[in-house]
């Protein structure tokens, strides 16, 4: 009798420490809701639009992947066409996609942003932009020789080559994406990649130039998701979704608690601002194994940006957004509205800078964020309250709490927008 009060007595206790905990169904039941929501999106096979669908290609441009070769001969074609212009005494100058703010086209239909067709042009003969012109001259000749040798370089690599030229690698890789531009291909296209940053961890088998990684057994930290797309194929699963976090420390949580093996998923972040080489991973995972993603961002407006960038793309990358995006993400937590409803204490929350409140405004008058009612919502209530909260704000409950109470709540009442 006296071990029936006590084990009632730690239930209530650990209901009180973890509220919502007495809500949850049984594993079997929530891993049934999942097959059910898995199996909807697996069912559709509807083929994703193009600009060309859209009668938007004479007016906005994209980049594709192009075969080294392909690289190497229209840098030669474009190094022959300066070459014609200096003999025929016009100097020389290069014609540039513009990248600016104004040149960004968000089409609905695609639910990405794409790049307009507007360029401008980059005169040797003007002194406010002789060392631009120099600098993506270097980079041509640099990627040309990389396309002699087959070889990979990392953007660092990139930056050294002429450090005084370049002086920061801010203006590198800016220069990198214009020749990409230029020359109408995608950036993993001219071999430079950029150095390991995301990982990925749980039910996923795949090869990695010839090596089978199976990501169960790869320890607490995971497989680093390889810089070059290229090495990546025969990917193979048995999980009901793919979950996408913002923050390492969330994802350490739920590697070390094995999440995945409780609820079959693969669990995917790049540690902060999506990186290219996670972005055409997440991409790949998607149409390759056709499964929802929902995705685990901080309560804050920057926690929707790095969503925003994953589903919709970035201004700065919006000439290659058909490669990098990934459709349907679906906004899983932490949501503005989910500080009250899982009675986040007041210390755990955290007060709205000025700028948070602004950037919050901005993402208001995006036309993505406005198609999404639900993501509006969200952030009125996020902007009205001025506050904000991160992933970590879950463990005033208990450590544990993400894994054992939050996620599988969402997950069994479906509660993603």
């Given at each position: 009798?006296a071990?029936?009060?006590?084990?009632?007595a730690?239930?209530d206790?650990d209901?009180?420490?973890?509220p919502?905990?007495?809500?949850l169904?049984?594993d079997a039941?929530?891993l049934?809701?999942?097959?059910?929501?898995?199996?909807s999106?697996?069912?559709?096979?509807?083929k994703?639009?193009?600009?060309?669908d859209?009668?938007?290609?004479?007016t906005?441009?994209?980049?594709?992947?192009?075969?080294?070769?392909?690289?190497?001969?229209t840098?030669?074609?474009?190094?022959?066409?300066l070459?014609?212009?200096?003999?025929?005494?016009?100097?020389?100058?290069f014609?540039?996609p513009?990248?600016?703010s104004?040149?960004?086209l968000?089409?609905?239909?695609?639910d990405r942003?794409?790049?307009?067709?507007k360029s401008t042009?980059?005169?040797?003969?003007?002194?406010?932009?002789v060392r631009?012109?120099?600098?993506?001259a270097?980079?041509?000749?640099?990627?040309?020789?990389?396309c002699?040798?087959?070889?990979h370089?990392?953007?660092?690599?990139?930056?050294?080559?002429?450090?005084?030229l370049f002086?920061?690698?801010?203006?590198?890789?800016a220069?990198?994406?214009d020749?990409s531009?230029?020359?109408?291909?995608?950036r993993?296209?001219?071999?430079?990649?950029?150095?390991e940053?995301?990982?990925?961890v749980g039910r996923?088998?795949?090869?990695d130039?010839?090596d089978m990684i199976?990501c169960t057994k790869?320890g607490?930290?995971?497989?680093a998701?390889?810089?070059?797309?290229?090495?990546?194929?025969d990917m193979?699963?048995?999980?009901?979704?793919?979950?996408?976090?913002?923050?390492?420390?969330a994802?350490i949580r739920?590697?070390e608690?094995?999440?995945?093996n409780?609820?079959?998923c693969?669990?995917?972040?790049a540690k902060g601002?999506?990186d290219?080489a996670?972005?055409?991973?997440?991409?790949?995972?998607?149409?390759?194994l056709?499964?929802?993603?929902?995705?685990?961002?901080?309560?804050?407006?920057?926690?929707?940006?790095?969503?925003?960038v994953?589903?919709?793309?970035?201004?700065?990358m919006?000439?290659?957004?058909?490669?990098?995006?990934?459709?349907?993400?679906?906004?899983l937590?932490?949501?503005?509205?989910?500080?009250?409803?899982?009675?986040i204490?007041?210390?755990?929350?955290?007060p709205m800078?000025?700028?948070?409140?602004?950037?919050?405004?901005d993402?208001l008058e995006?036309?993505?964020?406005k198609?999404?009612?639900?993501?509006?919502?969200?952030?009125?209530?996020m902007?009205?309250?001025?506050?904000?909260a991160?992933?970590?704000?879950?463990?005033?409950?208990g450590?544990q709490?993400?894994?054992?109470?939050?996620?599988?709540?969402?997950?069994q009442q479906q509660?993603?927008?």
């Amino acid at each position: 009798m006296a071990d029936k009060k006590r084990r009632r007595a730690d239930s209530d206790s650990d209901s009180a420490s973890q509220p919502f905990k007495n809500l949850l169904k049984s594993d079997a039941q929530i891993l049934q809701i999942l097959k059910s929501v898995t199996s909807s999106s697996s069912s559709s096979t509807s083929k994703p639009l193009t600009l060309a669908d859209l009668a938007l290609s004479a007016t906005c441009r994209e980049v594709s992947d192009l075969s080294l070769s392909s690289v190497q001969s229209t840098i030669e074609s474009l190094v022959l066409q300066l070459t014609h212009q200096i003999l025929s005494g016009q100097g020389f100058s290069f014609t540039v996609p513009s990248r600016s703010s104004s040149n960004q086209l968000y089409v609905p239909e695609l639910d990405r942003i794409v790049l307009k067709d507007k360029s401008t042009v980059r005169p040797f003969s003007h002194i406010s932009s002789v060392r631009k012109t120099t600098i993506t001259a270097k980079i041509l000749s640099l990627v040309h020789q990389l396309c002699l040798k087959n070889i990979h370089v990392t953007k660092r690599d990139l930056f050294y080559t002429d450090v005084k030229l370049f002086q920061d690698q801010v203006q590198s890789d800016a220069v990198l994406d214009d020749v990409s531009c230029i020359l109408g291909c995608t950036r993993s296209s001219l071999n430079v990649i950029a150095a390991e940053k995301g990982v990925v961890v749980g039910r996923l088998i795949f090869s990695d130039n010839g090596d089978m990684i199976d990501c169960t057994k790869m320890g607490m930290g995971g497989k680093a998701i390889p810089p070059n797309i290229d090495r990546v194929g025969d990917m193979q699963s048995d999980a009901l979704f793919i979950l996408l976090v913002e923050k390492d420390a969330a994802y350490i949580r739920l590697a070390e608690d094995r999440f995945y093996n409780r609820f079959p998923c693969i669990i995917v972040t790049a540690k902060g601002q999506p990186d290219v080489a996670t972005r055409l991973f997440l991409k790949k995972m998607k149409m390759e194994l056709k499964l929802p993603v929902l995705a685990l961002v901080d309560s804050d407006p920057y926690g929707l940006k790095i969503l925003s960038v994953y589903g919709c793309g970035s201004k700065n990358m919006s000439y290659d957004s058909a490669n990098l995006t990934t459709p349907d993400i679906k906004w899983l937590g932490i949501r503005p509205s989910d500080l009250d409803k899982y009675k986040i204490p007041e210390q755990c929350r955290l007060p709205m800078t000025e700028q948070d409140i602004k950037t919050g405004k901005d993402l208001l008058e995006e036309d993505f964020v406005k198609k999404n009612p639900g993501w509006v919502e969200e952030l009125n209530l996020m902007v009205k309250t001025k506050q904000k909260a991160e992933i970590q704000a879950l463990s005033s409950f208990g450590f544990q709490y993400l894994s054992e109470v939050y996620l599988p709540l969402k997950l069994q009442q479906q509660d993603w927008l």
